[in-house]
């Protein structure tokens, strides 16, 4: 069974290209060691990204993410056992809108939106947040299987 984790946070600050590549490399470094793969977005300092691999990996990997000075207000929103990866092939595939199809774009903007407000969410929000959580990994499981 493949353990998949999703999760939103808040930067502390806006992140130059630069810094998201250094963040990426020790990401990608680690996780193919612990055999995780993912996907990472960012948008207007907020993290939106989906783990997934060996249950303990996972769990090892986020106990260091929730750590992690740089952001603030992790939130799992998705933890759950599944038959296979979404990401097979990417130890850490990275988006941000900018790069992204209008489908895609719209997606994360909504789930930054979400991120930013998060104290506030009632449980049509969580409902809602939680479709636009299972659009992303099947919408990015599409364009990493491309």
Not at 107 to 126: H, R, T
Request: net charge neutral.
């Amino acid at each position: 069974m493949i353990h998949q984790l999703i999760y939103v946070s808040t930067a502390l600050r806006v992140f130059s290209n630069t810094e998201i590549g250094e963040i990426l490399e020790s990401s990608r470094r680690y996780n193919s060691k612990s055999g995780i793969t993912g996907m990472l977005l960012s948008h207007d300092g907020s993290f939106f990204q989906m783990l997934e691999g060996n249950e303990a990996a996972v769990s090892a990997c986020y106990a260091r993410i929730e750590t992690d000075p740089r952001h603030k207000s992790p939130i799992v929103l998705v933890r759950k056992q599944t038959q296979q990866r979404v990401f097979p092939r990417w130890s850490m595939g990275h988006a941000k809108p900018s790069d992204m199809s209008e489908e895609h774009r719209d997606i994360v903007v909504s789930l930054s939106n979400f991120a930013a407000n998060l104290s506030e969410l009632d449980e049509a929000g969580a409902r809602e947040l939680n479709i636009l959580a299972k659009n992303f990994v099947s919408s990015f499981g599409k364009l990493e299987a491309v």
